[in-house]
């Protein structure tokens, strides 16, 4: 299983949002089980992007 095209971009956006906030990408992954990506940002911060280029925190945070 591959990202989409969606998820990829949806992926960047996030990225850069996270990137103009100073927020150091600390993990990337794919899980081609489930088919979503999780990124890891700062110590606590996580976001999960859905195959249809919906994104989401897992943990809402306080910025």
Do not use: H
Request: proline letters at 3%.
């Amino acid at each position: 299983m591959l990202p989409t095209t969606e998820q990829a971009l949806a992926c960047v956006r996030v990225c850069q949002m996270l990137s103009n906030l100073y927020k150091d990408i600390r993990l990337f992954r794919f899980d081609d089980t489930t088919g979503q990506v999780y990124i890891l940002a700062g110590d606590e911060l996580q976001v999960i992007v859905l195959s249809n280029g919906i994104w989401d925190f897992v943990n809402e945070p306080e910025l």
